[in-house]
C-alpha cells in the first residue's frame, strides 16, 4: 500500500506516493534521484547517510520516510555548490580530509551540525561529536583538522539547510 | 523492525501524541516525557543541575544522529539488554507511568526485550527520584556505544541503589553491592563482592564471565565518580 507524503528537501516542495516501509535514504536516493547521500551499513553504524531533519542530524536509513510528513530535509546536495562550496566542504578539500569519498557526504552533514550546537569545539570535542561516522580512509587525523578550520567560517556563512 | 526481530502488520506513530514530551525537574523528582529524546536529556540544563548522572548517560548513548531520534520511551519500552537508561531507571527506582497505571522500577523489566507492559501499554513519563549523588558508568561496545556492562550507583541518604544493564538479559539491581556499599561507600568495598554469571549474556563480544568481570569494575569506577575520585 502505497502513503502519500510531502516532504521538503533542499528547499524544494515534492508530493510523495511511496510504499509505507519506505525508509527516508531510499526516498532521497531512489525517488529524488539525491545520490549524494549515501548507505554504507545495515546497522545504522556508518553515518554515510547523515541529513539534516528540520535541522538535526539524522542517519537517513533509521527513519521511516511515512514518519516524516511535512518535515525539512537537507542533504549534502543542498549545502553548497561546486562554484559556492560550503564553508565546510572548502575545508574538507584544504584539509585533505577526503579519500574515497564514500563517507565524506555524511561526515560533512554531520561536521556541520556538530559546528552549530556546540562551539566552542576543541580536537577531542570533534572526535567524539562525529562518534556516528565511520571513515575507512583518512585515520580521521585530518577530518579533525578540517572541521575546526570550517567553525569559523561557518560563523561568518551559515549557508544552506 | 529495521533488525528484523518484528514484522508488524500496522505501525503507530507516537510522535504526534501530545502529553509525553517535556522535562520537570524539582521536589526531589525529574519527570521526563517518554517523547523527549536522548539529546534533549543530555542538553538540558535543569537535568544537569539536579541529576547529573542522568544527563552524562543521555549523553553517552549511541552517537549524535542517535540522539537526535531516540526516545526514552522507546527505550524502556523496548528493554534492550544493552541499552542505558534501564540502569537509571533500575538504579534510581524510577517510576514508568503509563497511559492507565504506575509501574515500580522492581517490577518493570522482566526479560530480555520484555517488561511488565501490556499488548496496546502506553509509557508516557518516567519519574527519576533525585538521590544525593549518583553516578553511571559504562563498557561501551566500541562500534555502537551500548552497554556491554553499564553500573548506575546512587546514594540516597545512605541507603544505596545500584542498577546494573548490559549483563544480563534485562536490567537488574545489584543487591550484593548495595548491601557492602551501604556499609562501605568506597570503591574498594566492590571487591569482595561475589557476582555470579549464571544467566549472563555471552555473545562475540563479551562471555558471562568478562561480563560479570566488567560489572565489578564498572562498578568500582561508578562508585569512585561518585565519591568524586
Ligand atoms: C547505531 C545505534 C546505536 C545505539 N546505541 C545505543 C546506546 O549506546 N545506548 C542505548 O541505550 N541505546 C542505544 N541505541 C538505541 C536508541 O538510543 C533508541 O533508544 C532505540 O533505538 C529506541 O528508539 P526509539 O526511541 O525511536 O523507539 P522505537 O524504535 O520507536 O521503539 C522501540 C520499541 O518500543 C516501543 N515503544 C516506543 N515508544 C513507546 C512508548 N511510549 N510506550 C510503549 N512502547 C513504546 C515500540 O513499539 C518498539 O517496540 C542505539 C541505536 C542505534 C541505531
Ligand atoms: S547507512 Fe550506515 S548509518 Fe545509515
Ligand atoms: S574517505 Fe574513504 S571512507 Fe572516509
Do not use: W
Not at chain 1, 535541522?55 to 525539512?72: F, H, N, P, T
Not at chain 1, 549534502?76 to 574515497?100: K, N, T, W, Y
Not at chain 2, 518493570?108 to 509509557?123: C, H, Q, R, S, W
Not at chain 2, 561501551?140 to 545512605?158: E, K, N, Q, R, T
Request: aromatic content about 4%.
Amino acid at each position: 500500500m502505497a502513503v502519500e507524503i510531502t516532504l521538503t528537501v533542499n528547499g524544494v516542495a515534492h508530493a510523495l506516493a511511496i510504499p509505507e516501509n519506505t525508509l527516508l535514504v531510499d526516498v532521497l536516493r531512489e525517488h529524488l534521484g539525491l545520490k549524494g547521500t549515501h548507505v554504507g551499513c545495515d546497522t545504522s553504524q556508518c553515518g554515510a547517510c547523515t541529513v539534516h531533519l528540520d535541522g538535526r542530524a539524522v542517519k537517513a536509513c533509521s527513519v521511516l520516510a511515512c514518519q516524516i510528513d511535512g518535515c525539512e530535509v537537507t542533504t549534502i546536495e543542498g549545502i553548497g555548490s561546486v562554484d559556492a562550496l560550503h564553508p565546510m566542504q572548502a575545508a574538507f578539500r584544504d584539509h585533505h580530509a577526503l579519500q574515497c569519498g564514500f563517507c565524506t557526504p555524511g561526515m560533512i552533514m554531520s561536521a556541520i551540525d556538530l559546528v552549530r550546537r556546540s562551539a566552542p569545539l576543541d580536537r577531542a570535542g570533534v572526535r567524539q561529536g562525529l562518534a556516528g561516522n565511520l571513515c575507512r580512509c583518512t585515520g580521521y587525523h585530518n577530518i579533525v583538522d578540517a572541521v575546526l578550520a570550517a567553525a569559523p567560517h561557518m560563523t561568518e556563512r551559515q549557508g544552506g539547510g | 523492525m529495521k533488525q528484523r526481530l518484528a514484522a508488524p502488520s500496522d505501525v503507530i506513530d507516537l510522535a504526534g501524541v501530545a502529553g509525553m514530551g517535556g522535562i520537570e525537574a524539582g521536589q526531589g523528582v525529574v519527570s521526563i516525557g517518554a517523547g523527549v529524546r536522548h539529546a534533549e536529556v543530555a542538553g538540558s540544563p535543569a537535568v544537569r543541575g539536579v541529576l547529573p548522572a542522568l544527563s552524562a548517560l543521555a549523553g553517552g548513548i549511541g552517537d549524535r544522529q542517535v540522539r537526535h531520534l531516540g526516545t526514552l520511551g522507546g527505550s524502556v519500552a523496548n528493554s534492550d539488554p544493552a541499552a542505558d537508561y534501564p540502569a537509571a531507571v533500575v538504579g534510581l527506582g524510577a517510576t514508568i507511568e503509563t497511559h492507565c497505571r504506575r509501574i515500580a522500577a522492581d517490577e518493570y523489566f522482566v526479560d530480555l526485550f520484555e517488561t511488565a507492559l501490556k499488548p496496546g501499554e502506553i509509557v508516557t513519563r518516567v519519574h527519576f527520584p533525585v538521590p544525593d549523588r549518583a553516578a553511571y558508568r559504562k563498557f561501551a561496545h566500541p562500534a555502537s556505544g551500548y552497554a556491554v556492562v553499564g553500573v548506575l550507583v546512587a546514594d540516597f541518604g545512605g541507603n544505596i541503589r545500584v542498577g546494573i544493564t548490559g549483563a544480563g538479559p534485562c536490567a537488574f539491581r545489584g543487591t550484593a553491592f548495595e548491601q557492602a556499599l551501604a556499609d562501605d561507600l568506597r570503591p574498594e568495598a566492590v571487591d569482595g563482592v561475589p557476582v555470579p554469571d549464571a544467566g549472563f549474556n555471552s555473545d562475540l563480544f563479551a562471555s558471562a564471565e568478562y561480563r560479570a568481570h566488567l560489572v565489578r569494575v564498572m562498578a568500582r569506577r561508578a562508585v569512585a565518580d561518585l565519591l568524586g575520585r
